[in-house]
């Protein structure tokens, strides 16, 4: 009997483990249409996932994950468990993800970014304390981005590469450095290529 739930005009690579752990989640995967699940990949069941998802290779994403439409999790990636993550959610490869961040809608989150969710680890208390990593909607974190425990990142910010985040980030701010800073509002980008009048114009 199949552990999981796979809609329709699906595309699997070899080498799949679907809805195999935990023995004990009575809850099966459940995936919807149109997913292109790529090798090596790992998803466990009492996960939900929405239409159009798409793996590179080698993924793993834990138990107990809700996931919207049009979610893309890149090359040995790692989701950890019971995260929320919303619709049209891009994360790049080499990622790490823990338990109970919620990222929401359009958050772009580029290659090799870790988020942090434990203050003094290994903590008794660690499913109460753990909890509280936001990244807000339509947020950018650029790459090798450090994310701090019990940081929100703020509605349509930016974060710029390499940056290690300790503190909340105000909505549509720019913030870089370690510890990162705000240098300037979202609106007061350039683009140096002067393609358009200022990035992120298009959305």
Excluded at 115 to 137: D, M, Q, R
Excluded at 140 to 163: A, L, R
Aim: hydrophobic share 35%.
């Amino acid at each position: 009997m199949k552990d999981y739930i796979l809609g329709k005009n699906h595309k699997l690579g070899k080498y799949l483990s679907l809805g195999e752990f935990p023995e004990e989640c009575p809850e099966k995967l459940d995936i919807g249409d149109n997913a292109t699940i790529r090798s090596h990949s790992v998803i466990y069941r009492g996960t939900k996932i929405g239409d159009n998802f798409q793996t590179g290779h080698g993924v793993l994403i834990r138990e107990g994950n809700t996931i919207g439409n049009n979610v893309s999790i890149g090359t040995h990636s790692i989701l950890e468990c019971e995260n929320t993550i919303g619709n049209n959610v891009r994360i790049h490869s080499n990622c790490f993800i823990p338990e109970f961040v919620i990222i929401e809608d359009r958050a772009w989150i580029g290659p090799s970014v870790t988020v942090l969710n434990t203050l003094h680890p290994p903590c008794p208390k660690f499913s109460e304390c753990a909890k509280g990593v936001v990244i807000g909607e339509g947020a950018k974190i650029g790459g090798g981005v450090t994310i701090g425990p019990k940081v929100k990142i703020g509605e349509n910010s930016i974060v710029g590469f390499g940056s290690v985040v300790v503190s909340d980030v105000p909505e549509n701010s720019v913030v870089v450095g370690n510890p990162a800073k705000v240098i300037k509002s979202k609106n007061e980008l350039k683009c140096v290529m002067q393609f358009f009048e200022r990035p992120y114009i298009w959305e």
